[in-house]
């Protein structure tokens, strides 16, 4: 019998489980402290890979994506200028209409209650009506 890895059977879980052990730094441990505060935030997120490599969490519809690169991971939240962010954690993609990012850097302290409203009100947004 053939063994399958995590990225032949899809399992999203399995591949975000890989991305973090693969990163094995800094990058690593802040994804898997982040991807701890969504599940926190917003009880039965689902969890994907999309566009060849890229964790996303959803509910109802995208709340964000967890990006890392060589200097930051990236935090997009795909309906960022629609939700209020009165702790201003928003700090990339300003300019878009639609999109907002949060980029951290290693070692940089960031606001973990704020990020978890920032999370809930996604959540809430996608749970609005779509006005027709």
């Given at each position: 019998?053939?063994?399958?890895?995590?990225?032949?059977?899809?399992?999203?879980?399995?591949?975000?489980?890989?991305?973090?052990?693969?990163?094995?730094?800094?990058?690593?441990?802040?994804?898997?402290?982040?991807?701890?505060l969504i599940h926190e935030a917003v009880p039965g997120v689902v969890e994907e890979w999309k566009w060849r490599g890229v964790p996303v969490w959803s509910h109802r519809g995208i709340l964000c994506t967890g990006e890392t690169y060589k200097q930051v991971v990236k935090m997009t939240f795909a309906k960022g200028a629609s939700l209020p962010d009165p702790k201003r954690l928003f700090n990339s993609s300003l300019d878009g209409n639609v999109r907002r990012a949060i980029d951290l850097h290693e070692g940089e302290a960031f606001d973990e209650a704020a990020l978890?409203?920032?999370?809930q009100a996604a959540a809430a947004l996608n749970d609005t009506p779509k006005r027709r």
């Open positions: 019998m053939k063994q399958t890895t995590p990225r032949q059977t899809g399992d999203a879980a399995a591949l975000i489980d890989a991305r973090i052990a693969e990163l094995g730094d800094w990058r690593g441990a802040l994804l898997a402290r982040l991807r701890a978890k409203a920032l999370l």
